[in-house]
């Protein structure tokens, strides 16, 4: 069989990374291997890229296929701007709708601004697990999200990490969070962990920010209208939820780590 040679480009946004590639026919196979971080590349997922539209498909480190990744938009955003894309303000196809970026390039370095669509927010999921019931605020920002406030251990979040994301049909990623006390003057401040569907554990989740950011609105654990920094293990975000509308705009940072040619068989 013969090889076929392509062009990657790495990338992350903090921590949460990327190979990105341009018009290839990519498969949940090649994903996987792609991302084996042993045998392949090693990454969160692919992100292939038709720059003539533009758009933007994701793929997961289990092949499976998200319909939206936030700190994957920023990256490919960034992406096109480097690649000579003139505007600094594009608009990116996604499976969950057309996303507005705006870049802002100083050196090799990448700020965007998202415009993430709608938060919405649905029923509570129950989740019967490790001998009691666990119940999570879902929210839905082009992909599906499963928030908590409650307080877990780092080890009960690794035991019920991957049983809530696999608790709905399609599987939800799932966000453990705490709200620290604003300081005068600051924004309001939430620490997440995520559980990424398909991925496990992930330095940061941009999609997962917006809902959790989102879920503290709804529940008043946060203003809206104002910017709230959520950090997450790679770093943070700034999101902005409006009131009624609950639409979001995600602004941080992206970042190209190396290129290079690599074979999908």
Known sequence: MKEN?????????????FILVEAVPMTAEAARRLCD????????????????RPRMQVWNADGSRPEMCGNGIR?????????????????????AGDKRCEVTRTGDRFDVLVGM????????????????????????????????FDPYTEDAIDELGPIVATAPAGGINVEF?????????????IDVTVWERGVGRTLACGTGACAVA????????????????????GGSLRI???????????QGPARRAFSGEVVIA
């Open 177 to 189: 969070c705490r709200v620290r006390p604003a300081a005068q003057g600051e924004a309001a401040c």
């Open 75 to 95: 990256c490919v955003a960034a992406y096109l701007v480097s690649r000579g894309t003139p505007q600094k303000a594009l608009t990116i196809a996604t499976d």
């Open 214 to 233: 989102a879920a503290a609105c709804a529940q008043g654990r946060a203003p809206y209208g104002a910017p709230l920094r959520v950090v997450l293990p």
């Open 117 to 148: 669509g709608s938060a919405r927010v649905g029923e509570p999921l129950v989740v019967a697990a490790l001998g009691a019931e666990h119940r999570f605020a879902t929210v839905d920002v082009g992909n599906p999200h499963a928030v908590t």
């Open 240 to 250: 902005t939820v409006a009131a009624g509308s609950m639409d979001l705009l995600m």
């Open 5 to 17: 040679v392509v062009r990657f480009e790495k990338w992350e946004g903090l921590g949460n990374d």
């Open 37 to 52: 971080r042993r045998f392949g590349v090693g990454a969160d997922g692919v992100l292939v890229i038709d720059r003539e």
